[in-house]
């Protein structure tokens, strides 16, 4: 997920994306997605398998900027909130 300016990524793992990112949209996650308006959701992945997931997160936290926007711009590269295509 995203900020509107897109200079601020947040990863995390959920097992209802559609419910996670609304609540994010109305900032009702207290923390570092509500102080830096982290609304947008620019990319993700599904996984069958929760421990995977785990992994992948922890993967992807620590990868360096550069190579978490080259992933992102795969999917997306045009960063437009995927919302509206998830619910």
Excluded: C
Aim: net charge positive; no cysteine; aromatic share 12%.
């Amino acid at each position: 997920m995203s900020n509107f300016k897109r200079n601020v990524l947040y990863i995390g793992i959920t097992n209802n994306l559609a419910k996670r990112a609304w609540e994010h949209k109305n900032n009702l996650v207290e923390g570092f997605t509500m102080k830096y308006q982290v609304h947008d959701l620019i990319y993700y992945e599904v996984f069958e398998n929760p421990q995977i997931a785990i992994e992948r997160e922890k993967q992807l936290k620590k990868w360096g900027r550069k190579k978490k926007n080259a992933l992102i711009a795969k999917l997306n590269p045009e960063l437009e909130d995927l919302y509206s295509s998830i619910v």
